[in-house]
């Protein structure tokens, strides 16, 4: 969603090395944090937190799968830009219920306030999508709210290196 402004992402070993470290955290993730074990290990320990109180329900057929095809169809729209993506959207957890968004650049955000921007970046994606206009939810919903529908119940946004933030989703 954000382009790098250093243009380091044209450099093709550069964009092989962040598509194997993508990889990396998509195939280890589930398997790694069978037990709450994320923070210290791809972002500090959150220091703040809060509670989203979304208005959408968790659809009846959300499961592990369909979170995970989620994440999968992102990393892949991620990568297919001619620059190295700013971050990194993953799940964790045994039901992969835990969403984590992390930075993976000097360019992607580097407080909460730049993690917000990017958080109501893809709600405009969202309220985008045929799903949101067909539920005529376009302009009440929130990327959040995606999330709930999908069975996601946390969000962990950090740049990965001095600042964690986590959402429970209720």
């Given at each position: 969603m954000l382009a790098t402004a250093d243009g380091c992402g044209n450099h093709p070993g550069m964009k092989i090395r962040y598509i194997t470290l993508l990889l990396a955290m998509v195939l280890i993730a589930p398997a790694a944090f069978a037990q709450d074990r994320h923070a210290g290990y791809y972002f500090p320990a959150p220091v703040s937190t809060e509670t989203y109180g979304s208005r959408a329900e968790t659809v009846h057929d959300a499961s592990r799968a369909i979170r995970l095809k989620f994440i999968?169809?992102?990393?892949?729209?991620?990568?297919?830009?001619?620059?190295?993506?700013?971050?990194?959207?993953?799940?964790?957890?045994?039901?992969?219920?835990?969403?984590l968004l992390i930075g993976t650049g000097a360019n992607s955000f580097r407080n909460i306030y730049q993690a917000r921007a990017v958080l109501a970046q893809m709600t405009a994606v969202a309220r985008g999508t045929p799903l949101f206009k067909d539920l005529q939810v376009e302009e009440i919903f929130t990327?959040?709210?995606?999330?709930?529908?999908?069975?996601?119940?946390?969000?962990?946004?950090?740049?990965g290196k001095s600042f964690a933030h986590r959402i429970d989703i209720e």
């Open positions: 999968t169809g992102f990393s892949r729209e991620q990568l297919a830009r001619p620059y190295a993506p700013p971050y990194a959207l993953f799940a964790q957890g045994a039901d992969g219920e835990k969403l990327f959040l709210d995606l999330a709930k529908m999908m069975g996601f119940t946390q969000l962990t946004v950090s740049d």
